[in-house]
T-cell receptor
Framework: NAGVTQTPKFQVLKTGQSMTLQCAQD?????MSWYRQDPGMGLRLIHYSVGAGITDQGEVPNGYNVSRSTTEDFPLRLLSAAPSQTSVYFC????????????FGSGTRLTVV | EDQVTQSPEALRLQEGESSSLNCSYT??????LFWYRQDPGKGPEFLFTLYSAGEEKEKERLKATLTKKESFLHITAPKPEDSATYLCAVQIVSNTGKLIFGQGTTLQVKP
């Protein structure tokens, strides 16, 4: 049982490049989400999904896209990377949207130069 | 505005020296309060969920309690392996399932 798997662990991008952060879970969780963690800002919700085919915006969605074609996968796409997107990104999943503890992945550390 | 504040920001303890971490919150409607442990370079690891005032949960040397305005994470006789950042998060009644995180308390336990 792998839990939540994120790839890559580290990435350096140039301003304007695009990329996809991968997230997969094997716990049959309905709810999946993406957070970013920045010093002094804590963890903030980017996008979330309550099931396959259903996604919605969180607190800081600008510059990011998501899709959820299967229960297991929830990739996060950076459309045109900016230095302000330098951060650590965490994918998290939960059995349901509310009331259950999230399982977090190990994170992707992204640097945009 | 929904807000979560943790104190202290950093805490240094000697091995065996018990203490408490505080998480105070101001939210419109509490769905649950969560405690996580985060080690450097890793994702948060789920510890506890508390749903209503008066509730308590325990796990090894950790005990979490909840009132209507705050939660405490009590650490009894800590060991060096308890060193980590402890995050408190509140889930409000909403459509997003969003967790509102505090800034965390970084705990260092010296042998």
């Amino acid at each position: 049982n792998a839990g939540v798997t994120q790839t890559p662990k580290f990435q350096v991008l140039k301003t304007g490049q695009s990329m996809t952060l991968q997230c997969a879970q094997d716990m049959n969780h309905e709810y999946m989400s993406w957070y970013r963690q920045d010093p002094g800002m804590g963890l903030r919700l980017i996008h979330y999904s309550v099931g396959a085919g259903i996604t919605d915006q969180g607190e800081v969605p600008n510059g990011y896209n998501v899709s959820r074609s299967t229960t297991e996968d929830f990739p996060l796409r950076l459309l045109s990377a900016a230095p302000s997107q330098t951060s650590v990104y965490f994918c998290a999943s939960s059995y349901r949207r509310e009331g259950y503890g999230y399982t977090f992945g190990s994170g992707t550390r992204l640097t945009v130069v | 505005e929904d807000q979560v504040t943790q104190s202290p920001e950093a805490l240094r303890l000697q091995e065996g020296e018990s203490s408490s971490l505080n998480c105070s919150y101001t939210v419109s409607g509490l769905r649950g309060l969560f405690w996580y442990r985060q080690d450097p370079g890793k994702g948060p690891e789920f510890l506890f969920t508390l749903y209503s005032a008066g509730e308590e949960k325990e796990k090894e040397r950790l005990k979490a309690t909840l009132t209507k305005k705050e939660s405490f994470l009590h650490i009894t006789a800590p060991k060096p392996e308890d060193s980590a950042t402890y995050l408190c998060a509140v889930q409000i009644v909403s459509n997003t399932g969003k967790l509102i995180f505090g800034q965390g308390t970084t705990l260092q336990v010296k042998p």
